[in-house]
C-alpha cells in the first residue's frame, strides 16, 4: 500500500514502512526505513539555520541529491548545462501513484532537465525497489 498525505509517502510492505517526503523547499527528504509505525506520526524535521561553516543541505537525508547549491557531500546527480553552468536547482512538480508504483517528479528550475524517482512495493513481502 501507498499512503500520501502532506508530501509525505509511506511505502508499507508486510513488515516494514519506507517513508520519504517533500519538505516545504523542495527538497526530497527520506524519512524512516523500518519497523511500521502510525502513518499519521510521520514529519519532516525542519533544517537547522545554514551559516558558511555548514550547510543545512548536508546534514538533510535525501533520496536523491542533485550537485550545487550548499551541498558539500557526494551527490547522486551532476550535469553541465549548455552555458557551462553545473548546478542542479530542482523544484517538486508532483506525484503519481499506479497501483503499487510511485513516481516523484521533479524539474530543474531554469534548465530543461527533469527526474521522476520511482519506488515499487510487493504488498505481500519485503521488497521495495527504487
Not at 500520501?4 to 526530497?28: A, P, S
Not at 538533510?60 to 551541498?71: D, S
Not at 552555458?83 to 536547482?89: S, V
Not at 524539474?107 to 512495493?121: A, C, G, Q, V
Request: with cysteine; net charge negative; glycine share 6%.
Amino acid at each position: 500500500m501507498i499512503i500520501c498525505k502532506n508530501n509525505i509517502f509511506v511505502l508499507e510492505t508486510k513488515k516494514t514502512h519506507y517513508v520519504l517526503g517533500v519538505d516545504k523547499y523542495g527538497y526530497n527528504r527520506h524519512i524512516h526505513w523500518g519497523k511500521k509505525c502510525n502513518a499519521e506520526d510521520y514529519f519532516i524535521k525542519e533544517g537547522r539555520d545554514e551559516n558558511s561553516n555548514h550547510s543545512m543541505l548536508d546534514d538533510y537525508k535525501q533520496e536523491y541529491t542533485p550537485f550545487g547549491q550548499t551541498m558539500y557531500r557526494g551527490s547522486s546527480i551532476k550535469a553541465k548545462f549548455s552555458d557551462g553552468c553545473r548546478e542542479i536547482n530542482l523544484k517538486f512538480d508532483g506525484y503519481d501513484v499506479d497501483g503499487n508504483t510511485l513516481k516523484l517528479n521533479f524539474s530543474d528550475k531554469h534548465y530543461p532537465l527533469t527526474i521522476t524517482l520511482n519506488y515499487e512495493i510487493c504488498d505481500d513481502c519485503d521488497i521495495i525497489t527504487r
